[in-house]
């Protein structure tokens, strides 16, 4: 099994960034990374960007999923990667604004 990475701050991040990661609890955490994986898994590969709006959409349909920003959202992606369970696929995607994207997909 990978690593999990701890929620954190930088010393130079505002008190605001320093709040924020307080608040991202173990439970917490582990329950978006676990929509994060759902998502993938029933509509991958996707990024980081459709990702999102369908995490949004989820917690539209599921109430206790706790709310989560697109930077919240990214950084779950991140760990989850770093664990090894999900991967960049080797296709490209769009934003909307049309620049070319990293498409993620179960690992």
Request: hydrophobic residues 35%; glycine residues 4%; proline residues 7%.
């Amino acid at each position: 099994m990978g690593r999990t990475l701890a929620p954190i701050a930088r010393p130079h991040d505002p008190e605001s960034s320093w709040d924020a990661a307080e608040q991202q609890t173990p439970s917490r955490r582990e329950i978006i990374k676990a929509v994060i994986v759902t998502l993938i898994k029933n509509h991958g590969p996707m990024s980081d960007e459709e990702i999102n709006d369908r995490f949004e959409a989820y917690r539209f349909m599921y109430p206790s999923v706790p709310a989560a920003t697109p930077q919240n959202i990214r950084t779950r992606r991140k760990e989850l990667e770093v664990e090894g369970l999900v991967r960049a696929s080797d296709r490209r995607g769009l934003t909307r604004t049309g620049s070319t994207c990293q498409l993620w997909v179960i690992s």
